[in-house]
């Protein structure tokens, strides 16, 4: 997240301190929905800057929201 939301020049907004709490406002919240299937899963993912990586969802998939 820390490279993805940019400001009017292209840069990363929150690039310069990856250890920093951050708060995306709602337009710059990426979106995943799953949804299970007869044969498994459905993911779809939508991103407002187009930065993410499919391999960044799956990774936070994989390593699960802490706390359940």
């Known amino acids: 997240m820390y490279d ?3 400001d009017a020049y292209g840069r990363a907004k929150y690039a310069g ?3 920093a709490h ?5 337009h710059e ?5 799953i949804a299970p299937m007869a044969r498994g ?3 779809r993912s939508a991103d407002p800057f187009g930065r993410l990586e499919r391999r960044h969802g799956f990774d936070g ?3 699960r929201p802490r706390g359940g």
Do not use: G, H, S, T
């Open 29 to 33: 919240r990426p979106v995943m929905r």
């Open 22 to 26: 951050i708060v995306l406002a709602d």
């Open 17 to 19: 301190d990856r250890k």
């Open 61 to 63: 998939l994989v390593r």
């Open 4 to 6: 993805a939301p940019i």
């Open 41 to 43: 899963w459905r993911c």
